[in-house]
């Protein structure tokens, strides 16, 4: 028997803000940050699990006294039984009920919650010898839907919905595995798109993201509407009429103010607008989709839990969900959430960008595509060519497409020297 | 001038687990606690801010973390300038673009927010020698919605509407004042409900509340229905026909058990049902009103912020509107929250109970009962007996009611003695 000896954590910063990389209309300069944890136990096989929170800086020590909050419930137990379970284990971290006060499921204590829970994943697809979109793709429709917590959910997604669901993908995962395995999986970039570049590098960048085989970009926008349109003219020049240009205005606006924006920036055909408005808000998103139809309304990296998911899809008040591998829950709530887009036939196009989340969500992507919707048809995960060099596994995009992993684990594990050079209040 | 020297926290706990007081079918267990901050100027006229952030136990130290990730918006500025505009104080916690992102605005870094603003805002009433209550329904209309931030409100509440709210209340303040400080304020206990209590204790405290002149009682419901059936009839043989009984499922249910559930216990005559199902979910509260109609749903207690109770409000999912004194960001987003109950209309009967909630919420019902509403018709204030010994100004329940405090201050203060006799991990 194998027991967790040690759940340590880091807190990790890169000194961002000061080449206003990931600056947007609420984020003039952010520091991208991880909330750093691994797992250890004495099974004397070397392997570690590694997950993180992202933040942006301020505060990432408050997201590591959270982790930190979550040992009890790890250290002294058995890493066999814990990873045999990983339904049951997710559902004892949720609910510890003095815990859950604190959310309840959402903000500082869920998102630790999620790198624990991202850890043992890591930790159980290393054992396995997998990567983790692998790990999933192979498990059955009945291992998967153990892993879900469909309290909250059952007015929109059943258990058995989600085996039906599942069981229908199950013909041809194998033809899929070796389809993504051959030609990966559609990317785009937000690489030319932040608020704090200037005209120059905004259509330089452009240009070189229609090079490298990027046939989808994005600008961040809604700080001042003369500059956006300005911007998205310039960048519809540099990468012609084929290639998408996404909008993402950061939460800026309220419902009037995003119809009225997004009206003045119609004409440049824009293929999605991002977080319009407040991550909580189901009816005004709702209210922003209809008034801005046909241009979908996307929106999810700030989305708490799979209960607000669940009611952007009831309401109609998305039409493209972002999800994000470090927001939320981890794997398990992020499995509900491909269950729930998939039951209501919402393309999935995860948020990623900042400290490896590209490398952590490429693997929901690709489990999607191999086990649950069987196809990537209008889908992209999102890319930015920032800090990947920081990972043991990074990210292989090529020809606008990420190449799938095949290394094993869940791709979130930094190098000892990254988190070793750039960590802060070290606790060992 | 006077400056801000410090920003001290201490993780308070109470091991109330011990005697079951505060269990519910979600928190079997609570160990009610306080994640506390004082604040001291160098004004040399002794005066200190006080307030907390409620939670259960497990997870105070993040709470406490979390407070003390603020301390840099305040410490080493300008106390007068900073509470002469209360507005711009909270919104430069608030849109701390950094700390934001690990909400945005809910969970641990939101109420952390609230906590350092409830104790500027303890400290401001010190300092003009009023009661909060006082204070607050002594601010003219347009000072009034300075306080309040009305991104994301705007679809449902605009600046000019609240004013409007305002100054339609302006007549009369006096004579409610008056009224007030004779009468007090109407309360309900929840003292009896807890689902640890045994049936002879359940029943006995019933009539206990009936003699001590309460006028509406609350039980804890959820875990089990035969159990509930029979606490109920219990229950409402003690108080008779005519005192209201509120159940309270904690967010035990999902849509259709709700309705099933309530459907069996509605022969009680029930006052209100209680957090049926997740806090976050505003189209679940709306379904399961609509399936119980006419008891009326409410809840409040776990809701993040003010754009989750405007869309509560505007989908008609809550009838009776709890707001919680520590839950949202401090008094600012409390008055935005009751501001947007006037202008739909619904009753506001505050969460209450834990350490201090009783306490600090009171100044919010008489504020609004001074000036905003200008009515207690239809509200009531929770009251649970608890833990009031710890408090400076302790409530003054008496005949079933609320008699306003009339020292100074936001009434957050506790005892040095109680702070540092249940203080965790002191950090000075």
């Keep these: 028997m194998a027991r967790i000896t040690a759940l340590e954590t880091a807190d990790v910063r890169f000194p961002t803000s000061l080449s206003l990389d990931g600056s947007d209309a ?33 505060g990432n020590d408050v997201q590591v006294a959270a982790i930190r909050a979550l040992a009890h419930h790890l250290v002294g137990r058995d890493a066999d039984e814990l ?16 815990l859950r006060w604190l959310g309840p499921e959402k903000g500082v204590m869920h998102m630790a919650i999620g790198a624990v829970a991202n850890a043992l994943w890591d930790l159980k697809a290393k054992r396995a010898g997998l990567p983790l979109w692998q790990l999933l793709a192979r498990m059955t429709p009945e291992e998967l839907v153990d892993l879900v917590d ?5 007015d929109a997604l059943t258990r058995d919905e989600a085996v039906a669901i599942l069981r229908a993908a199950e013909t041809g995962r194998a033809q899929r595995e070796e389809q993504l395995l051959r030609e990966g999986y559609p990317a785009y970039t937000t690489t030319p798109g932040w608020l704090g570049y200037d005209d120059e590098k905004l259509a330089r960048l452009c240009r070189e993201a229609v090079e490298e085989g990027f046939t989808q970009i994005k600008l961040k926008v809604g700080a001042d509407l003369h500059d956006d349109v300005r911007r ?41 607008v991002e977080e ?47 999800l994000d591998a470090t927001r939320v ?34 693997h929901l992507s690709m489990f ?34 990420y190449h799938p992993p095949t290394a094993p684990g869940a791709g979130t594990e930094m190098h000892a020297a990254s988190v070793a050079d750039h960590c802060m209040n070290p606790d060992g």
């Design 150 to 154: 469909f309290r909250y959910l059952t």
């Design 26 to 58: 609420m984020n003039p300069d952010p520091d991208y940050s991880a909330a750093y944890v691994r797992v250890r136990t004495d099974a004397g096989d070397d392997l570690v699990g590694h997950a993180f929170v992202f933040t942006i800086g301020r």
């Design 329 to 362: 829950a981890g794997v398990n709530e992020n499995i509900a959430i491909l269950l729930l887009a998939a039951k209501f036939g919402v393309p999935v196009c995860p948020h990623a960008g900042g400290v490896g989340l590209c490398e952590a969500v490429q």
């Design 232 to 272: 998205l003219g310039i960048a519809r020049q540099a990468v012609g009429p084929d290639v998408r240009i996404a909008v993402d205005a950061n939460q800026r606006w309220d419902v009037a103010d995003a119809i009225a924006w997004i009206k003045e920036l119609s004409s440049f055909d824009i293929a999605w």
């Design 276 to 322: 319009p408005t407040s991550p909580d808000d189901v009816l005004a998103h709702a209210a922003i989709a209809r008034g801005i139809a046909p241009i979908p309304v996307a929106t999810g990296e700030h989305m708490a839990n799979r209960v607000m998911f669940k009611q952007f899809l009831q309401a109609e008040a998305l039409q493209v969900l972002q």
């Design 368 to 401: 999607d595509f191999v086990a649950v919707t069987g196809t990537h048809e209008g889908r992209v995960i999102e890319f930015v060519d920032h800090l990947h060099e920081h990972f043991v596994t990074p990210v292989a995009v090529r020809d606008g497409r």
């Design 83 to 98: 990873l045999a379970d990983m339904g049951g284990t997710w559902r004892g971290l949720v609910h510890d009920s003095q």
